[in-house]
């Protein structure tokens, strides 16, 4: 072996204010450490039905298709995308950053045909830009839209997205994987018809787990496909069965699901509702001000028009070093931030503060080592 | 919330003597639980690569595109196939069992042509059949073949097939999730061009990753493609940037990588280094024959030809009930074993003894248990 040993016992205890991970609470941690059971073990199944149960409430959703997808956000991106277009399919998808763009790709990849609606990096994009967009592409199947994009920091607002969408018969489908426990987002409300996210955001968790929820129109759309799901491993047909199959024989055994990150998921939305989602929503408003007051009196700016509360993205100071600014946070501080990505690299910075990160400590000490490194 | 609350922090402490997950050694559980990093971040980088390091051991690879996809064992199953198939490609698939039918349809759903080589369930594939099969097709891409049958606890031989399907043109993809780490397995030295495995086996860390490894014929297949791959997620093109894009500047974010699950098999992988993969494998022959010899004392038989030493499949005894014997031995002594699954519902009972499960006193216990249950 090449390599030195490393040791996964003892990485440094970093403060991660970047674009996620975010910190995770050593309740969750704890959790993540229990004893492995099967997957098909009747107290396995009590803790995945009270997992997806609390995800409901997260979601704000009925929707009993709500489950966790066995792997990353982009996962969960994908599950949506597989399953609800096919060949032949037409979706429109808003295109303002790194990851609207890959929903383009996603969405491509199986088979549609997808018509990109653009706004600037940090921009959002205007509900009549997408009423023009479906009078172009009336037969249009889906829309897809990030709610909060984490390369650019901006929030999307989703006011009378669905009552447009809808009326024109075709589905919205949402990325919330940096707002889902940290920002305003009412699936059953908003008439979002499916919606992804991850658990290294504003849930403090681990990443590994992509929690997903389908509502009626998005299975009506999924039974009446003419193709199989081009993924196996995310196909809801058979992930139905498993999730949502009821507690007894009905259950069918489709994939070895993550034990272990099921109990920290567990604990980490245990620990959302015993904050309270609008209380905790409402911290990560306070100390996005907190901190957007601090970055503004040093006379930095924030890039997008309408920022997130999660994820704080702001243009390099003049003459900034970028890799030695963000190296001496972590290596004087143990404070990771996040980098530019796509062709904002070098010129933006982005910090997060998301779930158990976004805390008045954090903004503080953030604040105060920026101004000690800026000088 | 409709569901009672349980709790993650306690589950039973289970035998896992199923066809896995198997039992996690502590030290597993405490890595799990070491701080997150981000996934950028040097030390994480550090970590993983290391981790890689290990995989090629265990492989017995020096292929540099080794590396855990971040998913459970079927994500790797896909992501074998999405990248080195396409429309228009033929495969065939060696099909006598759960995973070999799952094999075919993952690969049919890359747009594949995919011919079924089919033996009984619990019998193996011969040479000579993969021999007629590829006269009959010559312009086979990939030959598909499940190593250690986890539903019918076959063992493969593979002996000659990288001979025969590399003279053909074609490539050899195999399927190790229940032998890595437990029986011998040479990706190199056998001509393996692409090889998926679980982490809950014989690895004996929790489910969540799927190591992954592809030689230099699958790198120019997959150089050669016409078509992007359907998942976006699994893309290797995209993935291998991330994982061997060397110490520097040269890695791309691609998506974030499951951390603590890294951290949990680098911890995993260090205790079969440590062990020696050699006296580990002799282990699990030995642990085999141990519960074999007791089984058969007891009247039960193996229902395979050949069987896999980490998944014992056998033949419920004449008027046993299958359930009500499996949740005794679940409820009175805490340990799990493994139905049958398809065609075997009902009429088998699969032990494993995998990894950290494999021990003399697993063995003796679920003899005891059985026989006393048994009556």
């Known amino acids: 072996m090449d390599h030195p040993p490393a040791s996964p ?4 205890e970093r403060i991660l204010l970047g674009p996620g991970p ?29 997992t997806c149960a609390m995800l409901r409430e997260v979601f704000r959703t009925k929707n009993p298709l709500t489950f966790p997808v066995s792997g990353t956000g982009m996962a969960g991106m994908e599950c949506v995308a597989v399953n609800l277009l096919e060949p032949g399919d037409e979706a429109i998808v808003c295109v303002n950053g790194v990851f609207g763009t890959r929903m383009k790709d996603v ?3 199986c088979g549609a045909t997808v018509h990109a609606v653009e706004a600037a990096w940090g921009d959002v994009i205007a509900l009549e830009q997408i009423r023009a967009a479906l009078d172009a592409h009336p037969h249009t199947k889906l829309v897809g839209v990030v709610h909060a994009e984490t390369s650019t920091g901006a929030h999307q607002p989703l006011e009378g997205w669905a009552e447009l969408v809808h009326a024109r ?6 990325d919330a994987v940096t707002s889902l426990g940290g920002h305003e987002l009412r699936v059953d409300d908003w008439g979002i018809d499916a919606v992804y996210s991850g658990t290294q955001k504003c849930l403090s968790c681990p990443p590994g787990l992509s929690p997903v929820s389908f509502g009626p ?12 799901v081009r993924s196996w491993y995310l196909d809801v047909s058979m992930l ?12 069918v055994y489709h994939h070895t699901a993550p034990i272990n990150m099921t109990y920290a998921l567990h604990e980490a939305l245990t620990i959302v509702l015993e904050e309270g989602l609008d209380a905790r929503i409402e911290r990560h408003a306070q100390m996005h001000r907190r901190l957007r007051a601090g970055l503004e009196a040093m006379g930095l700016r924030y890039i997008p028009q309408r920022s997130l509360h ?7 100071p003049a003459g ?15 404070i990771e931030i996040g980098a530019g990505l796509g062709p904002m690299a070098g010129k933006a910075w982005r910090i997060g503060l998301m779930g158990h990160g976004s805390t008045v400590r954090n903004v503080d000490l953030v604040l105060t080592a920026l101004r000690t490194i800026l000088g």
Chains 1, 2 share one sequence.
């Open 217 to 228: 129109r998005a299975l009506a759309a999924m039974d009446a496909r003419k193709s199989k």
């Open 22 to 50: 975010s910190p995770v609470p050593q309740r969750v941690l704890r959790a993540l450490a229990a004893p492995t059971l099967g997957h098909l073990d009747p107290q396995y199944l009590a803790i995945m039905d009270h």
């Open 240 to 251: 139905r069965k498993y999730y949502t199959g009821g507690g007894g024989g009905g259950r």
């Open 107 to 109: 969405m491509e990849r």
């Open 310 to 316: 999660s994820l704080n993205c702001i243009g390099l």
């Open 320 to 334: 900034a070093d970028d890799a030695g600014v963000r190296r001496r946070l972590l290596e004087e501080y143990g």
């Open 9 to 12: 016992y003892l990485p440094a």
């Open 169 to 174: 018969g075709a589905l919205l489908a949402v």
